[in-house]
């Protein structure tokens, strides 16, 4: 590991998971590295660091975005939210829950980035198709090959949601 120089650092303003913070990042450091080493939110899982498995999805005002392309200073200025944010303390989201109901979380390690591909589809067409869903989620990979208890997690979220 190599220590950055001062100049080679850049302080960003940014709202994660709803609490404003000012800090300095390396220039280079991608966002998912920043929100996992130093932000702590390990939700965040790199698989491909190159934006195609949505491993690393989280929400950027709201859009989501693959944080392994985007870079820290990027976040300046902007909302984050991360998976840890979707549940209230110990109480899951209504999609966090359709996810366990329907075993949509196979080995896991994708399940935070299609939480957050779902969540920003729910925001925006809280009564989705089947169609819908299976097109939202088709920037994340599952290499458990679960993608029909994610898309009836999705499903039976928005029900609950749309209702």
């Given at each position: ?32 590295d ?29 859009a ?42 196979q ?57």
């Open positions: 590991m190599t220590s950055s120089s001062p100049s080679e650092r850049v302080e960003i303003d940014v709202e994660v998971n709803g609490r404003r913070r000012t800090v300095a990042v390396d220039a280079r450091d991608t966002l998912a920043h929100l996992r080493n130093d932000q702590k939110l390990t939700g965040i899982k790199l698989g491909c660091e190159h934006g195609v498995c949505g491993a690393c999805t989280i929400l950027m005002d709201g989501a975005v693959r944080s392994c392309l985007t870079l820290a200073a990027q976040g300046n200025g902007r909302s984050i939210r991360t998976v840890e944010d979707l549940s209230d303390g110990a109480a899951l989201s209504p999609l966090q829950e359709a996810f366990k109901k329907h075993h949509a979380l080995c896991g390690f994708c399940t935070a980035g299609f939480l957050l591909s779902a969540t920003e589809l729910l925001d925006a067409n809280p009564s989705p198709t089947r169609d819908e869903v299976v097109e939202a989620l088709s920037g994340n990979l599952c290499r458990c090959t679960g993608y029909q208890t994610i898309v009836e997690a999705v499903l039976d979220a928005a029900g609950q949601i749309g209702n």
